[in-house]
């Protein structure tokens, strides 16, 4: 025994030694030191812009091509139009999520439909387009969503209300909405987070971690580090992999518990899949509906918190917002959830929600592996094996693609001369995607979104609890757009006749 435990700890010892001479070989074949890669390495950056994603957007206003390169990621990072129709549709074929990606977030989403390629992308993308599209799954997921606003919603901005002074983030309550609503359309289950005196779910605490942790894995500029640490189950990683054992055992208990309970009747999308998929494949089935979960939950939620922080700036939009609510849907506050014929006619906010996502779109930038070396629509070459990033942030700051006017929060610019919502060219705004990857859930995350905000702009008045808090949005590292801090205010409920 001690001399099985002696071979284990050398081999460690030379597997460290290795691995840290295959580090700094890496540091010596990709040193750079430009301006960008200096930057990013010592972090210097930090000196005159709060977030990371402000950095890239200014490199890439100043870049003539609206593209730049980081040499020490061996990453190509671009806002430009034409490059993104060039990754995304006429080259999608030369750009999947690729092996180096899977590496990243396999451990979280394993084959889910967003991180995965080739035929099991395929299979997933047309069963969720099915699902989704689905009249019955429209249905259903627009009962979750009123239920969640007049049962839990509107009862707990009535308390913080009646409490003045209170303080309520509500960056916390959308996040708390949307794993309750994204929950019940995927596995039917409830985690019931949106409840005083709002309790942690296991289940979205563990989500929440293992998303953080797989993400600084991917701003990582040396990647075996976390991968030692994943092999000797260390720091970060210890942390990851009990975060996703939570996941697992959890996700594992309901579907476990569906097969019992049977799937006749069940509109939950677990139990339609579990009708296409084998019934020995359950960890697949995990995976598929882990990776709903994610882009239900967190990608509604960073969509609202951005939305809700420009309305408070901008008491016009908002007023205008109440106007047209009022024209739809009649005054007073008889009905604070409307249908789905009502949101259809709600042209200005349906633009307020797509202008806000184009300056903080809940996803930053999305990034893709070459397969073959490649020349951009820019002239850009592109080397085998690049990562290949589109930076949405950055997209919706440039003067190129939105004209001078492009830092103003303005509805107006989604709308024709009759007032009715004109969409732009996805590759112009890819806060969805384009192309064959384009977001099949975002019809349902646009009714969520909807939903939610008539029902706090038709009954509440929102304004921020410090005016520190919305001078700025800072981000925390994610797979998504969260807000460091969250986002305090005070709510007041409206009078009948204001």
Not at 264 to 291: C, P
Not at 464 to 477: D, G, H, Y
Not at 479 to 494: H, K, S, W
Request: hydrophobic share 45%.
């Amino acid at each position: 025994m001690l001399l099985i435990i002696s071979f284990i700890i050398v081999s460690f010892f030379f597997f460290i030694i290795f691995s840290l001479f295959h580090i700094l070989f890496l540091q010596k074949l990709r040193y750079c030191n430009c301006e960008i890669c200096h930057a990013y390495l010592t972090s210097s950056w930090r000196k005159d812009f709060i977030n990371l994603s402000d950095w890239y957007t200014h490199l890439l206003r100043r870049s003539p091509t609206s593209t730049i390169k980081v040499h020490v990621l061996n990453s190509v990072i671009t806002a430009n139009p034409s490059n993104v129709e060039h990754i995304l549709k006429t080259h999608f074929h030369n750009y999947p999520k690729g092996k180096q990606f899977s590496v990243i977030l396999g451990d979280l989403l394993g084959r889910g439909i967003f991180n995965s390629d080739g035929d099991t992308w395929r299979f997933q993308r047309k069963l969720a387009s099915l699902e989704l599209g689905s009249v019955s799954v429209r249905v259903f997921a627009h009962e979750i969503v009123k239920t969640e606003i007049e049962t839990r919603l509107l009862p707990i901005l009535t308390s913080f209300s009646d409490n003045l002074g209170s303080v309520l983030d509500l960056q916390d309550v959308f996040r708390r909405f949307s794993f309750d609503t994204i929950s019940k359309l995927s596995f039917g289950f409830d985690p019931d987070c949106l409840r005083l005196p709002f309790p942690m779910s296991e289940f979205a605490v563990a989500f929440d971690t293992a998303s953080t942790l797989s993400a600084k894995r991917a701003l990582a500029p040396f990647p075996l580090l976390w991968k030692i640490k994943r092999l000797l189950r260390i720091g970060s990683e210890k942390k990851l992999k009990e975060s996703i054992n939570v996941i697992n055992r959890l996700a594992g208990d309901l579907i476990k518990q569906r097969r019992l309970t049977g799937l006749m009747g069940k509109n939950d999308l677990i139990s339609r899949f579990m009708a296409v998929v084998a019934e020995d494949d359950d960890e697949y089935l995990r995976d598929i509906v882990v990776s709903f979960l994610l882009a239900g939950r967190d990608t509604v939620a960073a969509g609202l918190t951005g939305f809700f922080w420009l309305l408070m700036r901008h008491p016009d939009v908002e007023n205008r917002i109440r106007e047209e609510l009022d024209r739809v849907m009649g005054t007073g506050f008889d009905s604070v959830t409307a249908r789905c014929d009502e949101m259809r006619e709600m042209d200005y906010l349906h633009a307020a929600l797509y202008e806000s996502m184009r300056l903080f779109p809940p996803v930053q930038f999305d990034s893709k592996f070459a397969l073959n070396d490649d020349v951009l629509s820019d002239g850009t070459f592109v080397k085998r094996g690049t990562r290949v990033t589109y930076h949405a942030y950055a997209m919706g700051r440039m003067d190129r693609i939105w004209g001078p006017d492009y830092e103003e929060f303005k509805p107006e610019r989604w709308l024709d001369n009759d007032g009715k919502f004109r969409p732009e060219n996805p590759v112009k705004y890819p806060v969805f995607q384009a192309g064959a990857r384009v977001c099949v859930g975002k019809e349902m995350a646009i009714m969520e979104m909807k939903s939610i905000a008539v029902a706090i702009i038709r009954r509440f008045e929102t304004r921020v609890a410090s005016p520190e808090s919305i001078e700025t949005l800072r981000f925390a590292p994610g797979l998504t757009a969260t807000v460091n801090g969250g986002l305090p205010v005070m709510i007041q409920e409206r009078s009948q006749d204001s």
